[in-house]
């Protein structure tokens, strides 16, 4: 989700405001969807959910594309029901018609973000050092990892300030570099495999919980963890004024997006835990490296991918970051958090306090989880960023059910009711703490949360004792809702 930029006032009339020129074929509209669910999690978390289920890493990806798609048909029946670039703060308002609600949802949104690009940032700089030592994993404890990852979410922050462009041409250019790193894994683990090769095929139908629990909790932990790799497909969503006859091709791109992605991820799964021990998957940050590694250490792949591996998460981090500080500037520019948030560089034309601001908080969370040495940092943010966008996913699909009693004027994708049921009882499912979830999780979302209630808090303080007016969302047109 993005805030508009245009300096005009929040109540200026809609038929006013000059529409976002339809680009996006489904073509393009696919490669965007499938760019943004491959990146960091198929980089950096296969091994940290083979360590939650063992052999059977395979499964909770499968599950977490399952519960996604229930929820994407949520997403089809809400985006065709009102084709704007708004995604779910636009659905919950109109729900719920509760500005703090609303609010709430868009913060959670940006800081799902902010937890997504940190956790690429250390991914960045493990795969950083691992391509400089030629496919040699660093030790996980190594305070260059931590200094190399302050310096990458410094350098998105310039990056960001200078006004890069999300153009779709370079979103397809990004997208083709990971495709084409995965396709060469995949293509070097199945000559491995159907060569015989393979000492641990059997291992991918085994199920083994390291702390020995159960097998519900067990799978559900990695199914909340896998979710981080559905980061970004709702995304999609916020194109939707810049598609053509979105009401039309939605529907088929986003569920052949899921599909493709879902392909890919299981494949990946299946392979890495059919070549390389569960343990050594568990214990990396590189997995696909040590796929490759093993499969073929001759080849020149082995030393080219953790490059691979860092312009993904590298592209991850930036858009979420970008994605974010625009959502806190909108949110500023409309009234909701305090004013100074809003401001622009009069010089690069980007929100400049809202970049400082949200990167201030990435840099903060990345020490605060560094200087913790039990468990995996990758593993915390990622699921932490997944804890926080299920939240999201929930609401929406209680959002779909309380829309149905509003009609709209022109045909559109309608979910069947038990559908989005389900993926609210799922979705809801999910963050609760009996899944197994890491207590940290809720920690670090529970402060994030915070941060954004005090900041509304002293916002809304402020209004009343000035007798300043924060703009309501109803007056809002939908392309200018952040």
């Known amino acids: 989700m993005t805030a508009s930029t245009d300096a005009g006032s929040a109540g200026q009339n809609a038929e006013k405001q000059p529409e976002l020129k339809r680009v996006l074929g489904w073509k393009l509209l696919l490669l965007f969807i499938i760019g943004d669910i491959l990146g960091t999690g198929v980089y950096a978390l296969t091994g940290q959910v083979a360590g939650e289920v063992g052999g059977a890493a ?10 996604a798609t229930l929820t994407a048909f949520s997403y089809l029946e809400l985006v065709t029901k009102y084709p704007q670039a708004a995604g779910a703060a636009l659905y919950v308002h109109k729900a719920f018609g509760v500005h703090f609600i609303t609010f709430i949802v ?13 956790t690429a940032s250390r ?8 391509g400089i030592n030629g496919g040699e994993s660093p030790d996980a404890t190594r305070p260059a990892l931590l200094f190399i990852a302050i310096g990458f979410l410094l350098l998105v922050m310039f990056i960001n300030f200078r006004g890069v462009a999300e153009g779709v041409g370079t979103n397809v250019v990004l997208t083709l570099v990971e495709l084409t790193g995965l396709l060469l894994v995949i293509f070097i683990a199945l000559f491995f495999v159907f060569g015989g090769n393979a000492d641990h095929w059997d291992a991918v139908v085994v199920f083994e919980s390291p702390e020995e629990r159960n097998i519900l909790i067990a799978v559900s932990a990695a199914t909340a963890l896998a979710f981080f790799a559905l980061v970004g497909f709702e995304d999609s969503v916020n194109m939707a004024e810049e598609c053509k006859e979105p009401t039309r091709i939605f529907p088929k791109v986003m569920l052949s997006g899921l599909g493709i992605t879902a392909v ?28 490759v590694q093993t499969a073929a250490p001759d080849f020149p792949m082995t030393e080219l991918l953790p490059w691979i591996s860092m312009f993904a998460v590298a592209n991850t981090a930036l858009i979420n970051m970008m994605m974010a500080s625009r959502l806190l500037y909108g949110m500023a520019k409309q009234g909701v958090l305090p004013k100074f948030l809003a401001y622009v560089h009069p010089g690069r034309r980007t929100p400049f306090a809202a970049i400082v601001f949200t990167t201030v908080i990435a840099l903060c969370l990345l020490v605060y989880v560094s200087a913790d040495p039990k468990g995996s ?36 994708f309608r979910t069947y009711t038990p559908i989005a049921v389900l993926g609210a009882v799922t979705c809801g499912y999910l963050t609760l703490p009996i899944t197994g979830r890491d207590p940290e999780q809720y920690v670090i979302a529970g402060w994030l949360l915070l941060l954004g209630v005090v900041l509304w808090a002293l916002t809304y303080w ?15 047109p939908p392309h200018e809702i952040p």
């Open 462 to 476: 402020w209004h009343k004792r000035t007798g300043a007016h924060a703009a309501h969302y109803d007056d809002i």
């Open 377 to 412: 940092i990758v593993g915390l943010l990622g699921g932490t960023t997944a804890l926080l966008l299920l939240a999201v996913f929930t609401v929406v699909n209680v959002s779909v059910l309380v829309l149905r009693k509003d009609k709209v004027g022109h045909k559109h």
């Open 123 to 130: 991914a960045f700089a493990v795969n950083m050092l691992t």
């Open 264 to 291: 890919v991820y299981v494949l990946i799964a299946i392979l890495a835990v059919a070549i390389v021990p569960v343990g050594v998957l568990a214990e990396s940050e590189t997995p696909l490296v040590d796929v």
């Open 58 to 67: 395979w499964l909770p990806f499968l599950i977490a594309f399952a519960v």
């Open 106 to 118: 868009l913060f959670t949104v940006m800081c799902s973000g902010i937890t997504s690009a940190t």
